[in-house]
């Protein structure tokens, strides 16, 4: 099921998506928290990071933070902060999306879907960076 998962993934080029990914972003902050939901109204992390990319068109089956991480092609360091590509906090327990080398976007438990600045409290819980993957076929 992993390798079904995985198949097909590429990486995007970061800068054409971006506008799209952001639009999409900007359509659900301030949404609630609610753990295992996807949207329209609720978002887990994972679930948030999930219709962002299901909105512009890149369709995988929703997953965890976890699966995601291995499916996802990794990130040269010198674009680890680049707009739109997908952090990894807690071992892999929670996701975002990069807005920048100093914010990402994301679906907080206490605060539903926001952007929130990486000092000081979650730059030392990154964990791993991956690019956003690019539409599917």
């Not at 506008?19 to 992390?45: H, M, N, V």
């Not at 909105?55 to 699966?67: E, M, P």
Request: charged share 20%; glycine share 8%; net charge positive.
């Amino acid at each position: 099921m992993m390798l079904a998962l995985c198949l097909w993934l590429a990486a995007a080029p970061a800068g054409p998506l971006w506008p799209q990914l952001k639009a999409a972003i900007e359509r659900y902050l301030g949404r609630p928290y609610s753990w295992g939901s996807t949207g329209l109204k609720s978002f887990d992390c994972s679930g948030f990071v999930w219709r962002v990319m299901y909105d512009n068109g890149i369709l995988l089956k929703r997953t965890t933070a976890r699966k995601l991480y291995v499916c996802l092609p990794p990130v040269k360091e010198v674009d680890r902060w680049k707009p739109g590509n997908i952090v990894f906090f807690d071992l892999l327990r929670h996701v975002g999306i990069v807005n920048g080398p100093a914010s990402f976007y994301h679906a907080e438990s206490n605060a539903g879907t926001r952007l929130s600045k990486f000092e000081p409290y979650w730059r030392r819980k990154v964990c791993g960076v991956r690019q956003m993957p690019s539409r599917g076929p």
